[in-house]
């Protein structure tokens, strides 16, 4: 098979790889889309700790070609399209126990991230994967699978909002109006909030205005802060999801809460420099600080739900498709700054 490897900091190769053998209890999933995140720029760009080579791509979708003995036909057959809920949890930790299994122990040890004597990754961007039955969801087969590819970060999403349990009403500051801060705007409407986007970019505000963003600003205008309180009587963001990467902005993103409000610090950040907090005003006002990561089994569902039955239309964040001999363009391409989702086929 063919499959787009990771060889250094901006080393790219196609190579051929021989085609996974399946357990009894695995299928053998063909990709067809593989959507490109921050994370894989982040690989391919050197700034992560992981194990080269590596073959990248988390975000796919496809369809299965073979099944093994053990596999419940009436759950999944040859043909079925499908994506795969893709953190490498043991199943077995406390926090897997709980049903926080994006928080597993086992995760960042695992051969995905560290793969000394082989390969790492999460192999999105290779032509076939084997995956256990256990892992699979299922989509329409009329879903384009440059959409159902959204999966994974939808449920980054899903996981985030409805942490912040948000009522009717309540105002929600989105920082960021990328793909996953227009997600946030999306959900958070589905939740009856009136959503404010704090985003530099003209084009990305005009679209959040598209998606239901009720308040776009430029932060760079002026006194972002003190145009937030403006906008909420002198209170602040009830809740405030911070969804850029500098330690800059995840301090600001503070000062836009209002007292019992929540920050929640969904990027991580990029340098990871200490951030100063006025700890006493964190007493004092009860605000709530938080971090979510990655998706747990329950919220990868429900985006597959949200996606497959048309709830929310992921259309609009969808910019450019490449094949995957052109690896090298897509990513140089999803490295620009006012790009959106670029998304790599194996067709």
């Known amino acids: 098979m063919k499959a787009i490897v990771e060889t250094g900091v901006k080393q790219l190769e196609i190579q051929d790889l021989p085609t996974p053998e399946i357990k009894a209890d695995e299928v053998l999933m063909k990709v067809r889309a593989n959507g490109l995140c921050t994370n894989d720029i982040r690989d391919?760009?050197?700034?992560?700790?992981?194990?080269?080579?590596?073959?990248?791509?988390?975000?796919?979708?496809?369809?299965?070609?073979?099944?093994?003995?053990?596999?419940?036909?009436?759950?999944?057959q040859v043909g079925d399209h499908v994506v795969k809920y893709i953190i490498p949890s043991c199943g077995e930790c406390h926090y897997c126990k709980i049903g926080r299994e994006n928080l597993c122990e086992e995760?960042?040890?695992?051969?995905?991230?560290?793969?000394?004597?082989?390969?790492?990754?999460?192999?999105?961007?290779?032509?076939?994967?084997?995956?256990?039955?256990?892992?699979?969801?299922?989509?329409?087969?009329?879903?384009?699978?440059?959409?159902?590819a959204f999966t994974e970060p939808l449920a980054c999403v899903v996981n985030s909002v409805e942490r912040a349990e948000i009522l009717y009403g309540q105002d929600v500051l989105v920082i960021g109006g990328g793909v996953m801060g227009l997600m946030h705007i999306m959900l958070a409407k589905?939740?009856?909030?009136?959503?404010?986007?704090?985003?530099?970019?003209?084009?990305?505000?005009?679209?959040?205005?598209?998606l239901g963003a009720d308040v776009v600003f430029d932060p760079m205008a002026g006194d972002a802060v003190a145009f937030v309180k403006e906008q909420t009587e002198g209170r602040g963001a009830d809740v405030v999801f911070n969804t850029t990467a500098l330690p800059a902005i995840a301090k600001q993103s503070i000062d836009f809460t209002a007292k019992g409000g929540q920050t929640f610090i969904f990027s991580?950040?990029?340098?990871?420099?200490?951030?100063?907090?006025?700890?006493?005003?964190?007493?004092?006002l009860e605000k709530v600080i938080t971090g979510t990561v990655s998706p747990t089994i329950r919220t990868f569902y429900r985006s597959v739900q949200l996606i497959a039955k048309g709830i929310v239309d992921i259309t609009p964040l969808l910019d450019k498709v490449y094949d995957y001999e052109d690896a090298v363009e897509a990513f140089e391409y999803a490295m620009r700054p006012d790009t959106l989702k670029t998304i790599i086929t194996f067709d």
């Open 44 to 76: 391919y760009l050197g700034d992560t700790a992981y194990s080269f080579p590596r073959v990248g791509g988390h975000e796919f979708s496809g369809e299965i070609v073979a099944v093994g003995e053990d596999v419940n036909p009436a759950h999944f």
């Open 107 to 148: 995760i960042y040890t695992s051969p995905t991230f560290q793969n000394p004597e082989g390969i790492s990754g999460f192999w999105g961007l290779a032509q076939y994967i084997a995956v256990k039955s256990k892992d699979l969801y299922k989509f329409p087969k009329e879903t384009p699978f440059t959409h159902s």
């Open 190 to 210: 589905l939740r009856g909030a009136r959503v404010i986007l704090s985003e530099p970019n003209e084009a990305r505000r005009k679209l959040a205005e598209q």
């Open 268 to 284: 991580s950040l990029h340098p990871n420099d200490p951030v100063p907090t006025n700890l006493g005003a964190i007493h004092s």
